[in-house]
């Protein structure tokens, strides 16, 4: 590969469950994330990203501030969202948030822009899913224009226009790194292309080589618009432990009542375990032991040709106890052995 894979995690602040049995309480799951990402920093993780949701089964509505409470107790990782619901936000605040987290975590920020596959945040912030498309659309326009981190004049129609507007604090570096996150439609693929921003390909589901068409299309795109080639990362699920039969056994309970609460909303039947063990073996959950997982992420890369895997190592109610396990296993095995596979 042209550039050494970075390795990442991500959590979503999914609600776990406390020693007792029962749910977590919130500000003490936006604790243990932070431990959670104070952990991966120091076992060498490239980067730790966290979701936007605005519903009862996860914890975090603003990641920037919690990877700012990260940033000040870690020195090398790479904190960004995973991702960040831009279709209801404001661009030019969500921009002077990540400023603001990278002057604080010393140039370390990211951010993944997505339309948001949850939908609770638009009713709550007076948006109209009716204009989904087209709330994405305007908006990531307008936030490419304020990563150019000069006067911005913009006009759309959505929101009033800017003229000649400048926007603060700007990074110390001039940059500031952005995904766009995307499920797999080929005109995301081309949008995050028309845009100039790196490609995030949320794999959840299915053989991740069935991707590799959009990773072609990206790459194809972004030379047909003059632009210079840009990297394509991975987001997918999973959990590591000892052996790959405790693995499963762990995260089967609890994925399956995140999968089937979340399935029963969008009209999905019940999660069986043949289709649990199904995506562990051909599909796309990293799932077993730290030399399956690393085996599987080094699979991963080859096929595609990514440079960034983010393993969401969090899933409905597991607990914390386990998270801080699996990624023990993910910082101080896995990624070794993903490096040593790539060589």
């Known amino acids: 590969m042209a550039q050494q894979l970075e390795l990442g995690l991500d959590t979503f602040g999914d609600v776990t469950r406390s020693a007792d049995g029962e749910p ?3 500000p003490q799951v936006i604790r243990d994330v932070i431990d959670e990402g104070i952990l991966a920093d120091s ?9 936007e949701h605005h519903r009862a089964d996860f914890s975090i509505s603003s990641p920037e501030m919690v990877l700012a409470a990260i940033a000040g107790q870690t020195s090398r990782i790479r904190l960004g969202s995973a991702v960040t619901v831009l279709s209801s936000d404001d661009p030019i605040r969500v921009f002077q948030r990540f400023a ?12 993944i822009l997505g339309r948001g596959s949850f939908t609770e ?3 709550l912030f007076g948006f109209e899913l009716t204009q989904y498309e087209q709330l994405f659309e305007e908006k990531l326009d307008l936030f490419a224009e304020a990563l150019k981190e000069q006067p911005i004049t913009w006009s759309g129609q959505l929101r009033s226009p800017l003229v000649g507007q400048s926007v603060y604090p700007k990074t110390e570096s001039g940059s500031l790194k952005s995904w766009i996150g995307v499920g797999g ?16 390909l949320a794999i959840i589901g299915g053989a991740p080589e069935r991707f590799a068409p959009y990773v072609d299309l990206y790459h194809r795109a972004l030379a047909q618009m003059g632009m210079p080639d840009l990297p394509v990362g991975v987001h997918s699920p999973g959990h590591i432990a000892e052996t790959d039969e405790q693995a499963a056994a762990e995260l089967w309970p609890d994925y399956k009542i995140m999968r089937d609460r979340i399935g029963a909303e969008r009209g999905w039947g019940p999660m ?6 199904s995506e562990i073996e051909n599909g ?7 030399e399956t997982v690393a085996q599987k992420i080094a ?20 607990p914390h106890a386990t998270l801080m396990r699996s990624i023990e296993l993910y910082g101080g095995q896995v990624i070794p052995r993903v490096r040593e596979l790539l060589a």
């Open 185 to 200: 439609s080929p005109e995301s693929v081309v949008r995050a292309a028309r845009h100039g921003m790196p490609l995030l």
């Open 43 to 51: 076992l060498g993780v490239d980067f730790f990203g966290i979701g």
């Open 299 to 318: 699979k991963t890369a080859k096929a595609l040709g990514i440079a960034r895997f983010d393993l969401k190592y969090s899933a409905g109610p597991l």
């Open 284 to 290: 796309s959950l990293y799932v077993g032991s730290p």
């Open 24 to 26: 977590t309480s919130y």
């Open 121 to 123: 945040s638009f009713p």
């Open 272 to 277: 069986g375990r043949e289709e649990f063990d």
């Open 100 to 111: 603001t987290l990278d002057a604080a975590s010393n140039g370390r920020a990211e951010i």
